[in-house]
């Protein structure tokens, strides 16, 4: 199985900030990686796939990079809404993995 | 507005059977291939398993094989989650999500249903 490794686990940061959170793989996965943001009691919203691509509708400051074992999700100017969970996620083999889960607080 | 609506979750003891079903809508579920994924109680996600659009495929993590069983009922807009000998670590909310074509990426997500699992 490959293994999804996030970090950090939690990050403190100013509306205005830019973020950046690690996901790696523990083996190839191409740039078969997308990323969901969770808030608290909410399911989980696609915002970035195949390593790069940003969701329709998902606002322009999220981006994100990488390829074959280590990707990195970019929040570019931090906004309110912004403050929640994020999780990375492998599609390039069964089983599908994810990370375990950056959780973005205010600081 | 596309909809994936979660049902049958419920408090059920170690050992019991319980199936979680998905109501799908506004769009075709029988051309997309669907998804279960769950979280454990301030946990966070877990794929289940997947089922292709005719449900003559399904995958599965290795620690609900043969005790779980995905299907679908095109006709009705509907897919299943059939969980036998349940055990307390498969406390969890489970979701539905729809896999966009051509990819195992989750574009559609319901809100849930829980399980519970007293031992």
């Known amino acids: 199985d490959i293994q999804m490794t996030q970090s950090p686990s939690t990050v403190s940061a100013s509306e205005g900030d830019r973020v950046t959170i690690t996901c790696r793989a523990s083996q190839s996965i191409r740039s078969w990686l997308a990323w969901y943001q969770q808030k608290p009691g909410k399911a989980p919203k696609l915002l970035i796939y195949k390593a790069s691509s940003l969701e329709s509708g998902v606002p322009s400051r999220f981006s994100g990079s990488g390829s074959g074992t280590e990707f990195t999700l970019t929040i570019s100017s931090l906004q309110p809404d912004d403050f929640a969970t994020y999780y990375c996620?492998?599609?390039?083999?069964?089983?599908?993995?994810f990370g375990q889960g950056t959780r973005l607080e205010i600081k | 507005e596309v909809e994936l609506v979660e049902s049958g979750g419920t408090l059920v003891q170690s050992g019991g059977s319980l199936r979680l079903s998905c109501a799908a809508s506004?769009?075709?579920?029988?051309?997309?291939?669907m998804t279960w994924v769950r979280q454990a109680p301030g946990k966070g996600l877990a794929w289940v398993g997947t089922i292709k659009q005719d449900g003559s495929e399904t995958y599965y993590v290795d620690s609900v094989k043969d005790r779980f069983t995905i299907s679908r009922d095109n006709a009705k807009n509907s897919l299943y989650l059939q969980m036998n000998s349940l055990r307390a670590e498969d406390t969890a909310l489970y979701y539905c999500?729809?896999?966009?074509?051509?990819?195992?990426?989750?574009?559609?997500w319901g809100q849930g249903t829980l399980v519970t699992v007293s031992s």
């Open positions: 506004e769009f075709t579920l029988g051309n997309y291939w």
């Open positions: 999500a729809r896999a966009r074509q051509g990819s195992d990426v989750f574009d559609y």
């Open positions: 996620q492998q599609y390039n083999s069964y089983p599908i993995t």
